[in-house]
């Protein structure tokens, strides 16, 4: 369903399973705010796409309300925020947007972009539901796995009413090729979401 070209390798669960639990939960804390703030952004900037307002701010509210939650899991474990790190996945990513073409095919690209780290997030939070060995995160994975699978969905649907399916279905195979090439390059990070 979530297409990816290179799927995560499977060492990175154990190895968060084991020895990072606590730098995934802020890397993944962070990863929420970040979500939320995206689907503001294309609500700031595109506020006359009265779907997309819409459809994205309930999007903006459950992102906060995971951010929230993923803070809950931290104090839980007597374990705090901390500072946020630089993102190498998400920077990587954002270069994948068109900087030039029409105001059209740069929405698209966000939302494709958007669609790209929800699957991947869907992904990794379904190693983690399988992978753990801790009941409470993860039923609390499993949760968040069917959220964000939905949030990929929803994010392709409005590229496709913005644009030609065939265009978007193209620039999308050509996103997901450039994913596959930035995690070849990422290698495998326990102390990240991504």
Partial sequence: MLHLKLPTDPRWVDMVANNNIED?????????????SASMSLIVNYPELDELVDTLT???AEEWEHFERVLQQLRKRGMSLGRMRKDDYVNGIIKF?????SRTDQLVDKLLVSALIEARSCERFKLLWKGL???????FYYEL???EAGHYVTFIDLARKYQ????????WQEILKMEAELMKSL???ADRMH
């Fill in 58 to 60: 309930p999007i903006v």
């Fill in 145 to 147: 796995m069917v959220s």
């Fill in 24 to 36: 995934i939960l802020v890397d993944h804390a962070y990863c929420e705010q970040k979500a939320a």
């Fill in 133 to 139: 060995d801790d009941e409470d995160l993860k039923a």
């Fill in 164 to 171: 030609d399916r065939d265009k978007v279905d193209e620039r």
């Fill in 187 to 189: 290698g495998v990070r």
């Fill in 97 to 101: 947007v068109k900087k030039g073409g």
